[in-house]
């Protein structure tokens, strides 16, 4: 059996913002992207070879608030110091800087990024498990 697919939907008051976050600096793909669906318009992120993706969406004619709390974390394990190093980089690029991690726990290995709407995105060199 193929492993199921994971996709992680959260709302945004900014697409394209959101998108330039994850695209340019975390390196993910445009898997797709819809406008006027019933209300909604959004885009799917992720890496073509994974069973997981992200999606963004943007309610016509509704503001969402940022995330509630910063231990609202999305945790992306890069093991080869290389491909993590280029990470925080392109990051660091784009204007984004670093952020203290709420829990320790992820500073030791790991560098925090907060996305537009307020949520944080763990660069942790380290492998899972």
Request: proline share 8%; hydrophobic share 40%.
């Given at each position: 059996?193929p492993?199921?697919t994971?996709?992680?939907?959260?709302?945004?008051?900014?697409?394209?913002r959101?998108?330039r976050?994850y695209?340019?600096?975390l390196?993910?793909?445009v898997l797709?992207?819809?406008?006027?669906?019933?209300?909604?318009?959004?885009?799917?992120?992720?890496r073509r070879?994974?069973?997981?993706h992200?999606?963004?969406?943007?309610?016509?004619g509704?503001?969402?608030a940022n995330?509630?709390?910063?231990?609202?974390?999305?945790v992306l394990?890069?093991?080869?110091?290389?491909?993590?190093d280029?990470?925080?980089?392109?990051?660091?690029?784009?204007?984004?800087?670093?952020?203290?991690?709420?829990?320790?726990?992820?500073?030791?290995?790991?560098?925090?990024?907060?996305?537009?709407?307020?949520y944080r995105?763990?660069?942790q060199?380290?492998?899972?498990?």
């Amino acid at each position: 059996m193929p492993p199921p697919t994971l996709r992680v939907a959260r709302p945004t008051n900014d697409i394209g913002r959101v998108a330039r976050f994850y695209t340019e600096g975390l390196g993910f793909e445009v898997l797709a992207h819809f406008e006027d669906h019933e209300g909604f318009d959004g885009i799917i992120l992720g890496r073509r070879d994974s069973p997981w993706h992200i999606e963004f969406t943007h309610q016509h004619g509704v503001t969402v608030a940022n995330a509630p709390t910063a231990e609202y974390l999305l945790v992306l394990y890069l093991p080869e110091r290389e491909a993590w190093d280029a990470a925080v980089a392109r990051m660091q690029a784009l204007g984004i800087a670093p952020c203290r991690s709420e829990n320790p726990y992820w500073d030791r290995q790991g560098v925090t990024f907060e996305d537009p709407d307020g949520y944080r995105v763990v660069l942790q060199n380290a492998a899972w498990g």
